[in-house]
């Protein structure tokens, strides 16, 4: 056991919990200088890092601990994730890609890749990326209007009506919002009276 690397993670630990990231950030990166395999470290790292909003750091952390784990669905969302914010929407996308490859039911990562891919002007392949986040997520709206405005911006008007058809079930305020975004006025018949 390397007592130094445990005192270190242990002060990262306490400081971060205390909400002190600057100081648990210098702790977490002496941790792991002293044991390169220190995986919760480089997490932590990632994290925090992730949080200020500091996405080249972010993305170094996400990949070490990938360098460790590289068949962690979730690092990989986390990854793509924070290079999206970074505005790298290839290499998010690609991030996103592996996560679902690993773990094909993770919604959060489905409804990523089809923000990158609208992001790149992909607008097919952005619709059906956000279509398996609806059927994993039934009821979230965003990844609705999302998918709706992917069909869209990819021509597809019959499809763009039933997304609004099904939204308006759950979120008829939302769908309002896709039916103005996409200037169909022609959808406004299907948008209930609002009180708002």
Sequence with gaps: MNYDHWRHYARGWVFHFLGKPDIAYEAYVEAFRLDPR????????????????????????????????????????????????????????????EAVRLKPTQDRAWYGM????????????????????????PMNGEAYYQWGMALHHANRPDEVKAVVEKLVDFEPKRAKKLVQDTTRADLMPLIPELPF
């Design 114 to 137: 089809g923000l990158a891919h609208a992001r790149l002007g992909q607008h097919d392949a952005a619709a059906a990326a956000l279509q398996e986040a609806v059927k994993l997520q």
């Design 38 to 97: 220190d995986v919760q470290s480089a997490r932590h790292l990632a994290a925090i890092a992730a949080g200020k909003k500091h996405w080249e750091a972010a993305e170094s952390w996400f990949e070490k601990v990938l360098e460790l784990l590289p068949a962690d669905a979730d690092t990989w969302f986390n990854l793509g994730f924070v290079r999206e914010h970074a505005g790298k929407a290839e290499a998010s996308l690609a991030a996103f890609k």
